[in-house]
Structures are given as structure tokens and as C-alpha cells.
């Protein structure tokens, strides 16, 4: 089988096809054949070497923590699942394969309302919006800001959110005004017209790196919470905030997320916005970690065989 990774850090092209016996289900897992993944801005700081500091990995290092796959052999003992059905699963690293075997405590079935894409393009930043709610703490009532609504995190913030009873105002770029009103949330605005808005109970800066130009500050109520979800100090304007680092904290469990993951996407019209569907080939591997690079639309990257 077939993996895209590198053996050394730096730009899109450093990736390469890597070759290697499909991996075999141990006990207690199953073996997927991918189907798809997502991309994240995490796998490009991978990519660039920036974990390197954080976490001991040897080369040649595959991305990918979010799996679309079918499940092709089933492990000792495991019932949960049969060969052939469409799973999601969010892991660690490796999802660049053609193959990859998983926890089955790490694998939910794909709802039937999300498409290939969007089941491929879910678990990381499903994860991250899970762990900010939790972090958060808010109780129904009280207001969300979120700065970078459009985002992969940022659009799934506003859903779960809203779910959750909070009062939310989304911020995202003049293109994606419309698609935030989609989402339910109950006030939007551009960048520039934020400033505008009432101040909230906690901001969460969603932006892609984070350069927020001190709205996380502005919008917050003092004493109230601003979460940072990109690794860049926050600009509080002088108020006395509760800030967060996405990051710091364990994020939440697979376990727990994937299944709120399932009833939320069959309880309600749950919406992962797709920004580009790349091929499964080396060629789209590179494409996808070049629009990592820029200011893409907004959206999920996926790659889909
Ligand atoms: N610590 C963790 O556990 C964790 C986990 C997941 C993600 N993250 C971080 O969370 C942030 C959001 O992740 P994501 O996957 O939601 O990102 P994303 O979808 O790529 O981008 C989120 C939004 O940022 C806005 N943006 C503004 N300026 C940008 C620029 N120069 N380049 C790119 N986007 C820009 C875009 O909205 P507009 O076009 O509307 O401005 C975009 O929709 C990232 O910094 C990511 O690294 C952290």
C-alpha cells in the first residue's frame, strides 16, 4: 500500500509516496481502507517541523488524525462492526494512507446525513470546538463570540453552540456573512463591523494564525473569557480577561466526541462546509498543503479517492 509523508521537514513538496505492508488489525481494532481525509493547519505545522519540540516523532512522519474509511478486516473480539461498513475515525497521526488500523473506540459508523466530504473533514475540528465548549464552561443563556466563524472550527463552534442554548455571534469574513446566518447563528458580522457589537461572555478566536487585530479583546466582557485556539499571544485591549489556550489542556476524547459528533449530525442539519476536494494522490496531497498555506476559501480540504 501507499502513504503520503516525508523524511524531512519544509515546504508542500517534501512530500513523497512512501510504500509499506498494509497495517493488521490487533485485538480490540479494525482495519480501514481510507476512503478520505482531512486536512489541518496541524498537519502543516508538521510538516514545517514546529511539533518537533512537542512531540517525539521519527521520520518518515504521515499526517492526518481525520479518516473517512470502510472497514475491510475486523480484529479479535471486536462486534461493533462489520467488513464493509463506512466508518469515520479520528487518530493521532498516519491518516495519509491507503490503509490504516484504528481503536474501534476511535471509530463511529458515518451518519447517513454527512457525505463522503464532510464525514472526512469532521473529527479534528469537532474535537476542537467539543473541548472549547467544554473549556468554556458557559451555561445556556449566556453569549459566544467566535472570531473566524467560516472556518473549519470556528462554523462547527457555532453549531454545537447554538445546541448548547448559548446566544452567539459569529465573525467571519464579507464572502461567508450568508453561510453564518445558515448556521444559526443569532448575530453576524464582518471583521470590520464587529467592533459594532455588544461584548460577549467570552470570545473564541477561531482565525487561521490567530492575527484577530486585538476583536478578541474588544468583544469580551472584562472578567469574562477569551480562548485562543491558534499558539499566539492574545491582544486583550487592557482588559482584565480569563484567557485560555486551546492546546494547554488535554483536548476532550474521541471516545466522547465521535458519538456527540453522530447525534448532532442526525438531530440536527449539521453543516461542514467543504472548501476544496483534492485527489487521493500525491499531486493532491501537495495542492491541499499548498492552500493550507494561503488565505483559501473558506472551508474544509479534503482528499477523497
Ligand atoms: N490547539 C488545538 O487543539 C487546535 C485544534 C484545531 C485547530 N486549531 C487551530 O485553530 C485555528 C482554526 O483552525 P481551522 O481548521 O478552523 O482553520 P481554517 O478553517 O483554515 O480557518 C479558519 C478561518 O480563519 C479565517 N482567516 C482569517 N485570516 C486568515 C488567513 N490569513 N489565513 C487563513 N485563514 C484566515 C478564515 O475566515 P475568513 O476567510 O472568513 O476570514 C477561515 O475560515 C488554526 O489556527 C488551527 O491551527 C487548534
Known amino acids: 500500500m501507499i502513504r503520503f509523508g516525508f523524511n524531512r521537514y519544509g515546504t508542500p513538496q517534501v512530500f513523497q509516496v512512501l510504500e509499506s505492508d498494509p497495517p493488521q488489525p490487533k485485538p480490540g481494532q479494525v482495519q480501514l481502507k481510507v476512503l478520505g481525509f482531512g486536512l489541518n493547519p496541524y498537519d502543516a505545522s508538521l510538516r514545517r517541523g514546529e511539533q518537533a519540540a512537542f512531540r517525539k516523532l521519527s521520520f518518515p512522519i504521515v499526517p492526518g488524525t481525520d479518516v473517512l474509511g470502510e472497514v475491510t478486516q475486523l480484529g479479535e473480539g471486536v462486534t461493533e462492526f462489520a467488513v464493509g461498513d463506512v466508518v469515520i475515525n479520528y487518530r493521532p497521526i498516519g491518516g495519509y ?117 486585538g476583536l478578541g479583546g474588544i468583544l469580551t466582557k472584562a472578567g469574562g473569557t477569551l480562548l485562543t485556539t491558534a499558539y499566539r499571544t492574545p491582544d486583550v485591549q487592557g482588559r482584565a480577561l480569563k484567557l485560555i489556550q486551546l492546546g494547554d489542556d488535554r483536548p476532550a476524547k474521541a471516545e466522547v466526541v465521535l458519538p456527540y459528533l453522530a447525534e448532532l449530525a442526525s438531530s440536527t442539519e449539521l453543516s461542514v462546509r467543504i472548501a476544496e476536494r483534492l485527489p487521493f494522490s500525491l499531486a493532491g496531497v501537495v495542492q491541499g498543503h499548498e492552500l493550507l498555506a494561503t488565505h483559501h476559501a473558506a472551508g474544509k480540504l479534503v482528499v477523497l479517492r
Open 97 to 213: 494512507s491507503e490503509y490504516v488500523t484504528a481503536t474501534v473506540g476511535k471509530v463511529i459508523k458515518k451518519p447517513t446525513a454527512l457525505d463522503d466530504a464532510a464525514a472526512a473533514g469532521l473529527g479534528q475540528v469537532g474535537i476542537a470546538a467539543y473541548s472549547i465548549l467544554q473549556q468554556l464552561n458557559l451555561n445556556p443563556g449566556q453569549t459566544l463570540t467566535v472570531l473566524g466563524a467560516s472556518g473549519g472550527v470556528g462554523a462547527l463552534l457555532v453549531q454545537m453552540a447554538k445546541h448548547e442554548g448559548l446566544h452567539v455571534l459569529a465573525i467571519a469574513g464579507s464572502a461567508s456573512q450568508t453561510y453564518l446566518e445558515s448556521l444559526g447563528a443569532d448575530q453576524v458580522a464582518t471583521y470590520d463591523d464587529a467592533p459594532t457589537l455588544p461584548a460577549s461572555d467570552a470570545t473564541v478566536n477561531a482565525i487561521n494564525g490567530g492575527d484577530d487585530h
